[in-house]
């Protein structure tokens, strides 16, 4: 499972907005007077220099993973402008550096690196932009922020937050609420910054008490396992937050086999399964809260700003940004037509 580390406004648009949002031309009311509208122009959709993009990612053996490479490689086919040259992907720290390289040596405009290792790959990432290729780090960060010109990724903390927070809405007025959470793997730094962030959200509801957690392994059989193991040991709670749609898919299989709709449950990521269930609106699932695979579509649109030497529309500076953070959405039946053409299988 990987490290899933804009919100719609004046910056940065939530995950059914990429970044190609913002890299549009400067806004109609600039004028001569305006110091920023002579200097150089932002990134747009209009062909520009032909910008060669290398993406190096890890296995795609989860949803996610494989929603990540299918949003760069649709991406990059929107520009007539870019070449995307795309390693097979692997979870070999070694092996993914080994391509990485290929990649420098084939002399790429700009490397785009979601890395099964954020501090193995540091190296390579360092050794790009010393070699002069600006390096687009996706999600897991890199040690040293030498290794790469711009960090996009999500919020697990925001996650959590976001998570407590529609819980505790849905909760704050029955009195003394219980909730349990289906935490992922335990071993990973995201998890801990999701369970934090969920925990922190619940401070803010005196009524509601967090009676249980269990952590599970991003699969569906992990999901499918855990959740069954909580409902055995816990026979009255209100809701439950689990952190990933699709160890979620074996939790709903769970929760359908011991016949419990009694609770409501919101998920993690933003599958299209989740987005169905919630839209179909006949079960436990009412929400989910978004890790957006479509920043890997932004990665793209800023290894293209960057390859052409372009700023972002809507910014009154003349670069991109150093880092992105994108908004972890709540998604519910009030807004999911919205977002359920990001939903990724």
């Known amino acids: 499972m990987p490290e899933f580390t804009s919100r719609r406004g004046l910056l940065f648009g939530t995950a059914a907005v990429s970044a190609g949002a913002l890299l549009v031309g400067c806004t109609s009311n600039e004028t001569k007077d305006d110091p920023a509208s002579n200097e150089q122009p932002a990134a747009d959709d209009k062909p520009g220099k032909a910008v060669t993009i290398g993406f ?32 097979e992907g692997s979870n070999d720290t070694a092996q993914q550096i080994g391509q990485i390289e290929t990649l420098i040596n084939k002399k790429v405009d700009v490397l785009v690196v979601l890395p099964a290792d954020g501090k193995a790959l540091t190296q390579v990432g360092l050794k790009a932009m010393r070699a002069g290729i600006p390096v687009v780090n996706l999600d897991r960060i890199f040690n040293s922020p030498q290794a790469y010109r711009c960090w996009i990724g999500g919020d697990n903390y925001g996650m959590g937050l976001n998570a407590g927070h529609y819980i505790g809405e849905q909760l704050k007025d029955k009195g003394d609420a219980r909730v349990i959470e289906l935490a992922g793997l335990d071993n990973l730094e995201l998890t801990k910054q999701r369970t934090q962030g969920f925990d922190d959200a619940l401070k803010n509801y005196p009524n509601i008490k967090k009676v249980a957690r269990q952590a599970a392994d991003f699969t569906v059989e992990s999901g499918q396992a855990k959740m069954a193991q909580l409902l055995q040991a816990q026979s009255n709670f209100d809701a439950l937050w689990n952190h990933d749609d699709d160890q979620g898919v074996g939790a709903l299989r769970a929760i359908e086999q011991a016949g419990r709709d009694d609770f409501l449950m919101v998920g993690g990521a933003g599958a299209l399964s989740a987005f169905q269930a919630i839209k179909k609106d006949d079960g436990v699932l009412k929400a989910t809260v978004l890790y957006p695979p479509t920043m890997a579509a932004s990665a793209i649109d800023l290894a293209r700003a960057l390859g052409q030497g372009k700023g972002v529309g809507g910014l009154a500076e003349f670069e991109i940004p150093a880092s992105l953070t994108l908004y972890s959405a709540v998604v519910d039946k009030s807004n999911v037509d919205q977002y359920m053409p990001t939903g990724f299988k």
């Open 56 to 87: 190096a990612g890890p296995q795609a053996d989860h949803g996610w993973l494989n929603a990540i490479n299918q949003n760069a490689k649709s991406r990059a086919e929107r520009y007539e402008d870019v070449t995307l040259e795309i390693t």
